[in-house]
T-cell receptor
Framework: NAGVTQTPKFRVLKTGQSMTLLCAQD?????MYWYRQDPGMGLRLIHY???????AKGEVPDGYNVSRLKKQNFLLGLESAAPSQTSVYFC??????????FGQGTRLTVV | LAKTTQPISMDSYEGQEVNITCSHN???????ITWYQQFPSQGPRFIIQ???TKVTNEVASLFIPADRKSSTLSLPRVSLSDTAVYYC????????FGKGTRLHILP
């Protein structure tokens, strides 16, 4: 049972490039989340989804887009990467108000 | 804006009991209080969740008073491996993390 899997684990982008981060869960969870975590800081919610086909903004949504076309996948897109988006990105999934399970993170550097 | 308030950091010694208190004055009637643990370079891990009174599992205990405006995470007999950041939160559809408490266990 893989749980929550994030792809890729590391990535270096040039300013202005685009990329998509993939989060996949095999627990049939309705809820999925994307966070970013900067050094020494707590996690900040970017976007989240309460079910297939739905998405909503979190605390820091600007510069990111998401899609939830399949229940098990939640994609995070950066259309034009900026150095300020250098961070570690975590995905999570859960049943409604139950415990959330997190992936191992994607370390993104924008140069 | 984080919905909880907890100490920024705490130190303790191996073998001692550690209690971390969190304030959540505006918690909604139906929401549960949840605690997570995060080690460096890893995603947060669920520790315990409760609604009221006391909840205990193999890792920790959670004490919640009747007014539910605060909660206390209790870690019995900590070891060096319990050094981590601990987050208290209550959730609706979103899961919003605060700054957490950086717990440092000393030998």
């Amino acid at each position: 049972n893989a749980g929550v899997t994030q792809t890729p684990k590391f990535r270096v982008l040039k300013t202005g490039q685009s990329m998509t981060l993939l989060c996949a869960q095999d627990m049939n969870h309705e809820y999925m989340y994307w966070y970013r975590q900067d050094p020494g800081m707590g996690l900040r919610l970017i976007h989240y989804s309460v079910g297939e086909g739905t998405t909503a903004k979190g605390e820091v949504p600007d510069g990111y887009n998401v899609s939830r076309l399949k229940k098990q996948n939640f994609l995070l897109g950066l259309e034009s990467a900026a150095p300020s988006q250098t961070s570690v990105y975590f995905c999570a999934s859960s049943y409604s108000n139950r415990e959330a399970f997190f992936g191992q993170g994607t370390r993104l550097t924008v140069v | 804006l984080a919905k909880t308030t907890q100490p920024i950091s705490m130190d303790s010694y191996e073998g001692q009991e550690v209690n971390i208190t969190c304030s959540h004055n505006n918690i909604a009637t139906n929401d549960y209080i949840t605690w997570y643990q995060q080690f460096p370079s890893q995603g947060p891990r669920f520790i315990i969740q409760g609604y009221k009174t006391k909840v205990t599992n193999e890792v920790a205990s959670l004490f919640i008073p009747a007014d539910r405006k605060s909660s206390t995470l209790s870690l019995p007999r900590v070891s060096l491996s319990d050094t981590a950041v601990y987050y208290c939160l209550w959730r609706d559809d979103k899961i919003i993390f605060g700054k957490g408490t950086r717990l440092h266990i000393l030998p």
